[in-house]
Each structure stands twice: as structure tokens, then as C-alpha cells.
């Protein structure tokens, strides 16, 4: 295998340890499970269960779909590591004759551009690396109840120089909520799908992956939870690394290490589960932050954990504009920074509208 085959396959690599360190490597189109919005990002990677209108969190879960997000538009720019962007565009749109609520976007990832070369180190100008996913999103409430369920159909496309790959999968979602108790729980089925053209005549599964969530707001307390319990599928997310296993025997007495059940258990339950909260400051203020002890866990230095696995962000309202960042420590090495705006198209039109009533 050349330097550029072994440049590309490293791409994958990478994304799938780095992005998302939960069970990355298995899986082919990593990429999608890259937390798109500042919001998801801050609130530790995943939200599930928090409908309020929010087209940020419905990319996420195609159930949290509303009609009041009709003409609503949400754009957000992650600048991840080294010269690796990626982003995210989504526009909503109910239609009067169809009941329920459309949505269309456009998630990319840019890896940026890398020097070609041979095994022996001759050049040959540069390539490039870059994968996107074009969804299409349908949500609706069963009977008029408080329970609303929900599709994404995807397109993906991956580009890693001279290599393509062209696939679809579908997500899922049920989110049931009650307003006057602040409270919702969401079920949510992801990249259940195929890759129909293989990069090098290997096909290789998707990241599928099944997730609950829920989501609190006391009553007369400013403070939103949310919980996500991800990777329903699989028990044990836990990676042994064959160059450096744990200690099983005291290298003084030789005696085996005496393993704690309790511990091991509580390691394994928790590698699932995300968390993150949301305090309202004021309607047009908020300030977030979340926990994910998988990434913790697995993209920590042992010696020196400092904030790995933790994020946080702010939102606000200015005009008809609602601002939102995120900062998530992935690694000592560095962190990445999420930027997204929303706004309702609407808006605009009401104010023009009420103007020339005037």
C-alpha cells in the first residue's frame, strides 16, 4: 500500500478515535455522528428529549419537527482540529395540505488539503478529503397527542482523493412530552442503512445505533436536564489497548489484581450515557454545559485529565437572531469551537406585513 492509501485510510482513522471516541472504527461514514449545533455540542454531544421549537436539536432527533418551526432556517460552523471544518444548513417548511412538517439539510465535512506522495517521500502535488450528507426530515403527532414521531432519509457522499463512496441511511425518532410537567422522553433508531459504492470494493457497515433520552424542567426552577443513554445495542464501549493493557498482576508480588465488580459495572453503564444542562438566565439568555464520560474516558491522558469529555456554550437573542457557542474539550491537544445562528423567516414577514397595514 502507497503513502496515499495509507494517508486516506488514516482520515478514517482518525475521525472515527478522535470525533467520537465512543465506538469509532467499526463503522464506516463516522462523520455523522459529529455533533452538528452549538447547542447539542455544549450540552455534552446529544439531546434528545427537549422539544421547544428548536431546529437545532431536531437534527439530532427527527421527532422534535414542529409546525411552529415552519420557515425556520439554523446555520452552524464547527472549526474542529488542525484544518479539519466541518458544518451544517437546515430549513424547515409545513405545507398546508400535508399534515406534519418538512425539513431539508446539508451536513459537510472538510478534512482540508495534504501532500501527495510515494513511500519514499516524492511528491506529487496535494489532494484532497471531504464528506457530506444530504437529509431530507418528516415529522408529525400521532392522533394530536403530546407523542410525535419522525424520519430523516439521508444521502451521504465521501470523497478521500481518488477513493468515493456513495451511501443512504435513515433515522428514526418517537419523542412523547408533557409541557405542564416539563418533562420528555425521546427513542431514537440511527443510520439504519447501506453503503452502495465501497472505496476499494470492501462494503462496510454503518454507524447504526439506538439511543433513549430524557429531558426535565422543574417547574419553577430556570434549569433544563437532559440525559441521553446511547449505544442501546452494545453493553460493553470499553477499548483495550493491546500496546498498553491494564495491570492484572502486582509486578512486586506477582498476586492478581483483585477486580472491583461494583467499579467495572458503574465504568461500563456510565461509558453510555451523556449529560447536560441548561440554565435560563432569561428568555433571550442561556448558559449550558454538559458531560461525556466516554470521550473522558478514552481520549484522556492519565496523568494530566484536565477538562477532557467536558463542554460548554451560551446562547442568546438578538433581534430576530438566536446566537449560540460551544466549546468541547476532546483532548489536552485542543478543543473545538461550534458556532451556529437561527432565525424565523416569518419574522421578517410579519414586521413587513403589519408596516404596510400601517
Known amino acids: 500500500m502507497n503513502l496515499k492509501k495509507l494517508l486516506s485510510a488514516g482520515l478514517v482513522l482518525f475521525l472515527c478515535v478522535a470525533a467520537n471516541a465512543q465506538v469509532g472504527g467499526n463503522n464506516t461514514y463516522e462523520f455523522l455522528n459529529l455533533p452538528i449545533s452549538a447547542r447539542v455540542s455544549a450540552l455534552g454531544g446529544n439531546v434528545l428529549a427537549t422539544r421547544d421549537n428548536d431546529l437545532n436539536v431536531a437534527i439530532v432527533n427527527p421527532s422534535l419537527l414542529t409546525d411552529s418551526m415552519d420557515n425556520n432556517v439554523t446555520l452552524s460552523y464547527i472549526n474542529y482540529f488542525a484544518d479539519v471544518n466541518y458544518g451544517y444548513a437546515a430549513y424547515a417548511k409545513k405545507f398546508k395540505k400535508i399534515k406534519g412538517v418538512f425539513s431539508a439539510g446539508i451536513q459537510y465535512l472538510d478534512y482540508g488539503k495534504f501532500i501527495k506522495a510515494d513511500e519514499i517521500g516524492n511528491t506529487d502535488g496535494t489532494f484532497s478529503a471531504n464528506e457530506m450528507s444530504l437529509n431530507i426530515s418528516y415529522a408529525r403527532s400521532i392522533l394530536d397527542t403530546n407523542l410525535t414521531v419522525g424520519a430523516t432519509l439521508k444521502t451521504i457522499y465521501s470523497n478521500l482523493d481518488s477513493y468515493t463512496s456513495i451511501g443512504s441511511a ?20 440511527k443510520d439504519v442503512g447501506r453503503q452502495w459504492k465501497t472505496y476499494a470494493g470492501v462494503r462496510e457497515k454503518l454507524p447504526f445505533e439506538m439511543q433513549i433520552g430524557f429531558s426535565k424542567k422543574p417547574k419553577h426552577i430556570p434549569f433544563r436536564l437532559s440525559v441521553v443513554y446511547e449505544n442501546l445495542e452494545k453493553w460493553d464501549l470499553t477499548y483495550v489497548d493491546p500496546a498498553n493493557p491494564p495491570l492484572t498482576t502486582d509486578p512486586l508480588t506477582g498476586d ?92 421578517f414577514y410579519a414586521k413587513r406585513n403589519m408596516t404596510a397595514g400601517s
Open 170 to 189: 435513515l433515522d428514526l425518532g418517537a419523542t412523547y412530552v408533557r409541557p405542564a410537567h416539563g418533562f420528555g422522553v425521546a427513542f431514537v433508531i
Open 256 to 347: 492478581p489484581i483483585k477486580q472491583n465488580k461494583y467499579k467495572i459495572f458503574g465504568d461500563k453503564l456510565m461509558r453510555h450515557v451523556v449529560i447536560g444542562g441548561e440554565f435560563i438566565i432569561t428568555k433571550n439568555f442561556f448558559l449550558r454545559g454538559g458531560y461525556n464520560y466516554q470521550h473522558r474516558k478514552e481520549l484522556m491522558i492519565p496523568d494530566k485529565r484536565g477538562m477532557t469529555g467536558f463542554s460548554f456554550g451560551f446562547g442568546f437573542r438578538v433581534y430576530k437572531f438566536h446566537f449560540s457557542y460551544a466549546r468541547a474539550v476532546y483532548h489536552l491537544a485542543g478543543a473545538s469551537n461550534n458556532f451556529s445562528i437561527s432565525f424565523d423567516i416569518n419574522s
